[in-house]
């Protein structure tokens, strides 16, 4: 949802033009934020309990999903920020919504690389079953 929505913005902001974002697309960003945010945290509860049986392809393509994702995130929030911030005024309340997205996006790379790491190892108390751990992969 974030990128069918943000990916206008970002080829707009990349070619120079100045983007505002309306009232709704606030809202849609707030909502998008808060469920992400649920979502992380609820499953980070579940994490111990979840077991995978091994797949070393699966797991790699959610290891790479997992950067790309920050990465385009990253790239939109530093146009944003360094590119666009000097042209309009200063709104604390954009800046911080703007910390939020990539903090909620941060957290959905290291969700998916925690899965891509149980994917790709296996534990010996659980033969072919690996559990939601972060292995190090995930780390910026």
């Given at each position: 949802m974030f990128f069918w929505d943000a990916l206008p913005d970002y080829r707009e902001l990349t070619a120079g033009e100045v983007v505002a974002g309306t009232p709704g697309d606030?809202?849609?960003a707030v909502f998008g934020l808060v469920i992400m945010q649920s979502a992380y945290w609820y499953g980070r509860r579940l994490q111990p309990?979840?077991?995978f049986r091994r797949r070393v392809v699966l797991?790699?393509?959610l290891?790479?999903?997992s950067e790309v994702s920050f990465f385009f995130v990253s790239a939109l929030a530093t146009v944003a920020m360094f590119d666009h911030w000097r042209r309009s005024q200063f709104v604390l309340w954009k800046l911080m919504l703007l910390a939020a997205a990539?903090?909620?996006f941060f957290c959905y790379k290291r969700q998916l690389a925690s899965v891509g790491d149980a994917l790709?190892?296996?534990t010996s108390d659980h033969t072919g079953k690996a559990t939601i751990e972060p292995k190090g992969t995930g780390k910026s």
């Open positions: 606030f809202a849609v309990e979840v077991r797991g790699h393509v290891l790479c999903v990539v903090f909620a790709l190892e296996t």
